[in-house]
T-cell receptor, first 111, second 114 residues
Framework: QKEVEQNSGPLSVPEGAIASLNCTYSDRVSQSFFWYRQYSGKSPELIMSIYSNGDKEDGRFTAQLNKASQYVSLLIRDSQPSDSATYLCAVRREAGTALIFGKGTTLSVSS | DAGVIQSPRHEVTEMGQEVTLRCKPISGHNSLFWYRQTMMRGLELLIYFNNNVPIDDSGMPEDRFSAKMPNASFSTLKIQPSEPRDSAVYFC????????????FGPGTRLTVL
């Protein structure tokens, strides 16, 4: 079983819609969870981090974590064409250890 | 404030040649990470350093790969000899502290081995 799994997509949504990106992880002791956005030909950039069960909102982005289900998601409200990118889910087992990345979900927002 | 700096940005070499990739982390950051990204395997951690000491090199694919961090502001990743399957984008990232530390990525080096 892969440690961090994401649907590769592409996920296509119209402009203004809500995009929902999902990620599951296999290691129950994972403590920290991150969403990175990567535009084509660019490096990953951190957009959200979440450490506790529940929701965390930052502007149009909401990260959701359910440790019991080993599931983390990212919602993007009012999707814009500029949100079109690959979204990488990353998980850290414990402080001081390295991130484990999923392969990413490609999001396409059409205008 | 400068971000993570990597050089070169692009490298084209022939099989069997030595390749050296360079990274300058963000000033003050004490952890440095080398990743490799391919379409097939995604973003994979190769090695990471904390306070210039290698902590986990289990991702280094084989003895042809080596990494050093002689001081807090510089690291190298060397491939000798290079092979076509080493073609990928190599990212360096840095972070500060241990708990809840967030990683910042450099622009990457696109390596093509012919």
């Amino acid at each position: 079983q892969k440690e961090v799994e994401q649907n590769s997509g592409p996920l296509s949504v119209p402009e203004g819609a809500i995009a929902s990106l999902n990620c599951t992880y296999s290691d129950r002791v994972s403590q920290s969870f991150f969403w990175y956005r990567q535009y084509s030909g660019k490096s990953p950039e951190l957009i959200m981090s979440i450490y506790s069960n529940g929701d965390k909102e930052d502007g149009r982005f909401t990260a959701q974590l359910n440790k019991a289900s080993q599931y983390v998601s990212l919602l993007i409200r009012d999707s814009q064409p500029s949100d079109s990118a690959t979204y990488l889910c990353a998980v850290r087992r414990e402080a001081g250890t390295a991130l484990i990345f999923g392969k990413g979900t490609t999001l396409s927002v059409s205008s | 404030d400068a971000g993570v700096i990597q050089s070169p940005r692009h490298e084209v070499t022939e099989m069997g040649q030595e390749v050296t990739l360079r990274c300058k982390p963000i000033s003050g950051h004490n952890s440095l990470f080398w990743y490799r990204q391919t379409m097939m395997r995604g973003l994979e951690l190769l090695i990471y350093f904390n306070n210039n000491v290698p902590i986990d090199d289990s991702g280094m694919p084989e003895d042809r790969f080596s990494a050093k961090m002689p001081n807090a502001s510089f690291s190298t990743l060397k491939i000798q000899p290079s092979e076509p399957r080493d073609s990928a984008v190599y990212f360096c990232a840095s972070s500060y502290g241990q708990l809840y530390n967030e990683q910042f990525f450099g622009p990457g080096t696109r390596l093509t081995v012919l």
